[in-house]
C-alpha cells in the first residue's frame, strides 16, 4: 500500500471541500461527504493512485512540482477493466474551470473505448484568467518569458510521468482533447512543443488559435515564440484533430473572443475553426511538406462540450489504442 501524506489545505480549494462546485444535472458524484472530502485531501501528489481506485469517478489533488501552491483537481473515469495497459486520456475543460462536468462527459463511454480519462482542472484562483490557462503561462507581468516549466502546457506530461512512475500506467504514450479554452490549451501545447509522449490530440471549437504563421505573434499565430521553420514543418506533420460543431456560431455569448485579432480569425468559432486548417495547409504547402491535420465536423452542435466529447471519443480511442498495438 503506497505511503499516503497529509496535503496542505489551500484557501481556494475551500468551495471544492464544501461542494460548492458546479456540477451538472446528469454529473456522477463520488461522495457528496466530509469523508470524500477528507480522501482527497490526504492525497499527496506523490500518489496518484486514487485515480483508479475503483471503477467510474475518482477525484485526486495534485500538486505540480514547478507551480507549487497551485495544486489541480484531478477527475478521473475509469473503466471497469482498468489495466496498466488502458490508453490514458487527458482531458481539458473550458471558461467554466468544470473539470468534474468534463470528465462526466467521458463517462459513458470509457468502458467500450476503454479509456482511463482524467480531466485535469484548473481552479479559477490557482489559474486566474487565460493567461495562466489558455495561453499557458508563458509571460511575467513584464512581458518577459517565463521558465518552460512553468508553463502550464507542461502539466499533462508531467502527470503522465507519474503516472508511469507509480505504475498507473505501461504505456509510452497518452492523447489530449480540449473544448473551447481547453481546446486552445491544447493546440497551443501541441504547438510550442510539449507533445513529446503525445500519441494524439483533439482541439474543439476552440474561440481563438495560435496560427501556424511565425508573421503573427503568439497568441495569435506562432510569433515572438523561437519557433522556426524547422519547428513548423514538424507541427504540420503531427496528426492534430480539429473538432468543429458546425452550429458553434454564436458570436454573442459572454464568453466568446471578439477582440480586433481574434475577430480577424472569422466571425464564429466555426468559421474560426476552417481559418486554422487553411491556414496550416497553406503553410505546408509553403513549406513543401503534407500537412497531417484534420477537421471534422459535427453536425448541429453548438458550444457543447458534451457533444462535442461524444463525437470525439471513438476517434481518440482507436488512435491511442492503435499507437501501441
Known sequence: MPRREAVPFFPFLKGWADGRNHRSAHAVEVAPDVRAVDSALAMTAADLHGLVAHAGANDVLYDDPFLAGRPLFLRSACPRTYSPATPVLFVHHGDLRNGADFRDFWMPVVDEAQLLV?????????????????????????????????????????????????????????GVFGHSSGGQFVH???????????????????????????????????????????????????????????ADVDAASPHFPNEAAAMQQGPTRFARAHAYMAAARDAAKRYGVRCAWTIIEVADVGHDGKQMSAAAAPVLAAALHASEG
Open 118 to 174: 482524467v480531466a485535469v482542472e484548473f481552479s479559477a484562483t490557482g489559474y486566474p484568467g487565460p493567461e495562466w490557462y489558455n495561453l499557458g503561462n508563458r509571460l511575467a507581468a513584464n512581458g518577459r518569458e517565463k521558465p518552460r516549466e512553468e508553463w502550464t502546457y507542461g502539466i499533462p506530461g508531467r502527470i503522465f510521468t507519474t503516472l508511469r512512475a507509480q505504475g498507473i500506467t505501461a504505456r509510452r504514450r497518452y
Open 188 to 246: 497551443r501545447l501541441i504547438s510550442l512543443g510539449f507533445r513529446d509522449a503525445v500519441a494524439a490530440a483533439a482541439t474543439a471549437n476552440a474561440g481563438t488559435y495560435a496560427m501556424p504563421d511565425l508573421e503573427v505573434a503568439f497568441p495569435y499565430g506562432l510569433g515572438e515564440t523561437q519557433l522556426d521553420g524547422t519547428a513548423l514543418r514538424a507541427l504540420l506533420a503531427f496528426r492534430l484533430t480539429v473538432f468543429a460543431g458546425t
